[in-house]
Structure formats: C-alpha cells, structure tokens
Nanobody
Framework: QVQLVESGGGLVQAGGSLRLSCVASGSIFSRNTMAWYRQAPGSQRRLVASITSGGRINYEEFVKGRFTIARDNAKNTVYLQMNSLKPEDTAVYYC??????????WGKGTLVTVSS
C-alpha cells in the first residue's frame, strides 16, 4: 500500500510563492510517475503538472511559467514550486502517484488559499 503525504499549503497573498511537498512510502519511488492535481470549490479535480520516472515533465497551460515540478528520488519526495500565485490558484492540491503496474494512489490534499 502506497501512502502519499502532502505539506506546504497555506495562505498567501497574490503574487507570492509556496512550495508543496509530497512524501511517498510503500513503493520504489524512482519507478513512479508523480503528479499534482488541484480541486477548487465546486469544480472537478484537474491535473496541474506531472513528472515521469524518466523525468518527462508536463504542465497544464494555466500554470506554465509560474509552477515547477521536481522530484528527489533519494528523499521519496516530489515538489511543486508555485510562484506568482493568483487568487484563481486557490484549491486543494493533491499528490498523485502511478505505480508499476497500473496502480494509482492519491494523497489527502493540502489547501492553498491565495488572497487578493
């Protein structure tokens, strides 16, 4: 059983920055595809960014140039550096892992609130 624990959320003013962390346990981390999703109130959960075991990175258009995803396999951790935050970035941010073979897991989420 894989467990994902997010941290780093909080309240920040527009234009500010936060770094989210997700620590994984219960799998060989280097083999996982990792991703961040977010869900705003009244909205469906949507992809923010992903990084494969081989280092291929994908960003959704609405965060390109502002957010950076990275992983540290030695620490079993994936990060999301969020800069130039906007009020519309307010959401619960969820860590996601795809584990060989075709198993997926979710963290419980961390709340990011961006004030104007």
């Amino acid at each position: 059983q894989v467990q994902l624990v997010e941290s780093g959320g909080g309240l920040v003013q527009a234009g500010g920055s936060l770094r989210l962390s997700c620590v994984a346990s219960g799998s060989i981390f280097s083999r996982n595809t990792m991703a961040w999703y977010r869900q705003a109130p009244g909205s469906q959960r949507r992809l923010v960014a992903s990084i494969t075991s081989g280092g291929r990175i994908n960003y959704e258009e609405f965060v390109k140039g502002r957010f950076t995803i990275a992983r540290d396999n030695a620490k079993n951790t994936v990060y999301l550096q969020m800069n130039s935050l906007k009020p519309e970035d307010t959401a619960v941010y969820y860590c996601y892992a795809a584990v060989p073979y075709e198993l997926t897991y979710w963290g419980k989420g961390t709340l990011v609130t961006v004030s104007s």
